[in-house]
C-alpha cells in the first residue's frame, strides 16, 4: 500500500514574468555595432506602449525552469489519459529527427536533394499501408481531427463523383469523439447520432433505422471510447454499405489493433492515425500532432496531392527516384507544405522501424493487457458499466454509494498520489466518468502502484471525504476555479483596456 | 430532486409549462451537467418551431448540451438575460432560468411529473 504524502501548505507560486519586470535590466550587452545601422520603422508603427518585461537572461532562464518544473509529464510519471494514448516517447526518436539531413532541409528544395526525406515518406506510406490494410495514405494532415475532415471531404468527393448528390447526413455513436460531429457540421452535414446497446456495441436497430441513401457515411472508432471492440463490426460496415455510404475509421484507438486487426480488411473506406498517439509522436501541449489518412482502392483517386510516390524506377545498386504524384480525382492540398515531416514522420518511422512486425503486435497485446489487469484490480472497488474484456482502455464510474465524492474529486485527489488524473466525463454515456488507458509502456509495478492508489481514495470517499473533495493538496496550487476560469474570460495578461486608442 | 407537479417534461430533461408556454431544463438535467458556464440561444422572437427542434446550446465545465422544443409553436419570447448569468440554470431552473416562452404550443410526447421522476430514478443507477 502507498500512503499520500503529508498535506503540505507551503505554496511556492512563482510570480508572472511581468510581476519580475524591472524598469532598464536588458536581457544581453550588445557588442559595438560592425553594421551599417538603418533607421527604424516609420513611428506611427512603434509601440511604445507594449508592456515588455524587463529582465537579464539569467532571470528568464530561471523563471522558465521554475514554470517547467512545476510540469507533470510522461517523463515525469504514469499517465493515463484515456482516449489520448501517452504513451512514452522513446529518446532514440529525439536523435533520428535531429540527424542534419532531416534537420536542415526545407520543403521547397529541388527533390534530387532530398530524396532520403522522400524515401523516408513513401516507406512510411507503405508501412501505414501495410499496418491498417488500405490501399493509400496520405501524410499530409497535421492532426487527427484535420485527417477527419480530410477523410470526410474525400468521402464527399467519392459520392460527388457518382453523381450523387443527396448525400447529406453522417451517423456517428453516441459514444464517439466530439471531433467527430465536429468534422461533419464543417462540412455542413447533418450529423445523426447513434445510441449504443446494453453492451456498448453500436444499436443495430437504430443504425439500421438511420440508414438510407441521404447517409454520406458512418463514423465510428473500434475499438470505442469505451475501450470495447465491436462485437458487430461486420454487420455495422454492411449496414453502412448497402446504402450506398461510406465508414470512416476514427484511429484514435488503433493502440489496440496492432498486427491482430486491420481496419482495411474489416471493410472500412476511410480511416486516420495519430501518428502522436500510436506511434510515439510527443502528444499533447499544442501539438504538433500528425494525422495521416489511409483510404481503401475506390477512394486512392480522391487523396490529397501531392503524395511521395517512385518517379523512376531503381536498378540493381540504383535506388529509386522519389518525387511528388497528384492523384487523378484529388481533393486538392490540406497543408501548405507535406506535413509534419521531422517532428512527426521521423520519429513515427523510427518507432515502426525498432519494432518491427512482432514489435507492433506486441504493442497492443501489452496495451491490452494492461488496461483488462487495471481493470480487473479496480472492479469491485469502482462500477464498471460496460463490464467486459475491454481493448486497450476502460470506463469506470467515479461515484460511490452514500457518498457525495466525484469523478473529478477522484481525478484531483490521484495528483496528491503523483499520478496524472485519468480522462474524466468522457464519453458522456457514462455517469461520473472515468476513462482509464495504461498504455504498453508501463509495468506491473506501476499498475499496481496506480490500482492501489485508486482502491485507497475510494476508502477515503468513505472515511474522509473532505480530503478527496478538497484536493489537491501537495501541489504547487491547489483545487484551481474551473467554473469561474470558464465564466470570466480572461485570455489575456494585458487587458484590452489597457491599449491606448492611437 | 425537484420536479414539479404542473410541468410536463421530455426525455431530453426540457421542462414544460402547458399554462404559460415556458419551457427550460430540469433540475435533473443541471444537476447532471453540473455547474453551467455558458448558454447561448439560437432562436428568437417569432420564429416558428417544431417541437424537437435545438432552441439553446449549454456548456458546463464537464459537457455541453443541446436544448430542444418540447413543443412546437411560435416564440412570444426569449430569456435576453440568461447568457449572461449562466449560473441561475444551476440554481433556479424552473423560474430565473426559463429559457423561451412558445405561443400557440402543440405538445409533442410529454411525460408527467411521476413518469418523469422514474424515468430520472431508472438513469441514475
Not at chain 2, 21 to 50: C, K, N, R
Request: aromatic share 8%; proline share 7%; hydrophobic share 40%.
Amino acid at each position: 500500500m502507498i500512503n499520500a504524502p503529508e498535506q503540505t501548505k507551503v505554496k511556492i507560486v512563482e510570480p508572472t514574468i511581468f510581476d519580475l519586470s524591472s524598469p532598464g535590466r536588458t536581457g544581453v550587452t550588445m557588442p559595438a555595432s560592425d553594421v551599417p545601422e538603418t533607421a527604424l520603422p516609420p513611428e506611427e508603427l512603434l509601440r511604445p506602449d507594449l508592456p515588455l518585461p524587463e529582465l537579464a537572461e539569467v532571470d528568464v532562464v530561471r523563471h522558465y525552469m521554475h514554470l517547467s518544473s512545476f510540469n507533470y509529464s510522461v517523463d515525469s510519471g504514469f499517465y493515463p489519459l484515456g482516449s489520448c494514448t501517452m504513451k512514452y516517447n522513446p529518446k532514440i526518436n529525439e536523435d533520428t529527427c535531429r540527424l542534419p539531413g532531416f534537420l536542415y532541409t526545407h520543403p521547397l528544395q529541388p527533390i534530387e536533394t532530398v530524396q532520403g526525406n522522400l524515401a523516408l515518406m513513401y516507406q512510411l506510406q507503405e508501412w501505414l499501408k501495410e499496418i491498417s490494410g488500405f490501399a493509400g495514405v496520405t501524410l499530409q494532415p497535421a492532426a487527427g481531427a484535420h485527417g477527419e475532415f480530410t477523410g470526410v471531404l474525400i468521402m464527399r468527393a467519392y459520392h460527388k463523383s457518382r453523381g450523387d448528390h443527396k448525400r447529406v447526413k453522417m451517423l456517428i455513436p453516441d459514444s464517439a469523439h466530439g471531433t467527430n460531429p465536429a468534422s461533419s457540421g464543417m462540412m455542413g452535414l447533418q450529423v445523426v447520432q447513434i445510441p449504443s446497446d446494453s453492451r456498448g456495441n453500436v444499436d443495430l436497430k437504430a443504425l439500421e433505422a438511420a440508414c438510407d441513401d441521404t447517409v454520406v457515411g458512418m463514423m465510428l472508432t473500434n475499438p470505442n471510447t469505451l475501450g470495447l471492440f465491436d462485437e458487430n463490426i461486420e454487420k455495422v460496415i454492411e449496414l453502412v454499405h448497402n446504402c450506398g455510404g461510406l465508414m470512416y475509421g476514427d484511429g484514435a484507438n488503433l493502440n489496440a489493433l496492432l498486427g491482430i486487426v486491420r481496419p482495411g480488411d474489416l471493410g472500412f473506406d476511410v480511416m486516420h492515425f495519430n501518428l502522436h498517439k500510436t506511434f510515439s509522436v510527443p502528444h499533447g501541449g499544442g501539438g504538433p500532432g500528425s494525422g495521416p489518412v489511409g483510404v481503401a482502392a475506390h477512394l486512392v483517386d480522391f487523396l490529397p496531392e501531392p503524395l511521395v510516390g517512385i518517379i523512376e524506377e531503381g536498378e540493381d545498386d540504383m535506388p529509386p527516384l522519389y518525387g511528388f504524384v497528384k492523384p487523378a480525382k484529388t481533393i486538392g492540398r490540406m497543408k501548405a507544405f507535406h506535413g509534419h515531416f521531422g517532428g512527426g514522420m521521423v520519429r513515427a518511422f523510427t518507432y515502426i522501424a525498432m519494432h518491427g512486425p512482432d514489435g507492433l503486435r506486441d504493442i497492443s497485446q501489452y496495451a491490452v493487457l494492461n488496461a483488462n489487469y487495471l481493470q480487473a484490480r479496480l472492479r469491485g472497488t469502482y462500477k464498471i458499466p460496460y463490464d467486459r474484456i475491454c481493448m486497450h482502455e476502460f470506463v469506470a464510474e467515479g461515484r460511490f454509494e452514500g457518498s457525495d465524492v466525484r469523478a473529478l474529486d477522484i481525478a484531483k485527489r490521484l495528483m496528491d498520489y503523483n499520478f496524472h488524473p485519468p480522462t474524466n466525463y468522457f464519453p458522456l454515456i457514462v455517469h461520473e466518468a472515468l476513462m482509464i488507458e495504461p498504455t504498453e509502456t508501463e509495468n506491473k509495478d506501476t499498475l499496481d502502484a496506480f490500482a492501489d492508489a485508486l482502491i485507497k481514495i475510494a476508502e477515503e470517499a468513505k472515511t474522509n471525504p473532505e480530503v478527496v473533495k478538497s484536493a489537491p493538496h501537495t501541489t504547487k496550487f491547489g483545487r484551481m476555479d474551473e467554473v469561474k476560469a470558464a465564466r470570466e474570460l480572461v485570455l489575456c495578461c494585458w487587458l484590452p483596456e489597457n491599449y491606448s486608442d492611437q | 430532486m425537484n420536479i414539479p407537479t404542473n410541468l410536463k417534461y421530455t426525455k431530453s430533461d426540457e421542462w414544460f409549462d402547458p399554462a404559460t408556454g415556458a419551457m427550460g431544463i430540469t433540475d435533473y438535467a443541471q444537476s447532471q451537467l453540473s455547474d453551467i458556464v455558458f448558454v447561448e440561444l439560437l432562436v428568437e422572437e417569432g420564429d416558428t418551431l417544431e417541437a424537437g427542434k435545438p432552441i439553446a446550446s449549454v456548456e458546463s465545465v464537464k459537457a455541453s448540451a443541446e436544448i430542444y422544443a418540447p413543443a412546437g409553436g411560435k416564440v412570444a419570447a426569449v430569456n435576453k438575460g440568461l447568457a449572461d448569468k449562466p449560473e441561475a440554470i444551476n440554481s433556479d431552473p424552473y423560474g430565473e432560468a426559463w429559457m423561451i416562452q412558445l405561443e400557440g404550443a402543440a405538445e409533442g410526447d410529454l411525460m408527467d411529473s411521476a413518469a418523469y421522476e422514474k424515468y430520472c430514478a431508472e438513469r441514475t443507477h
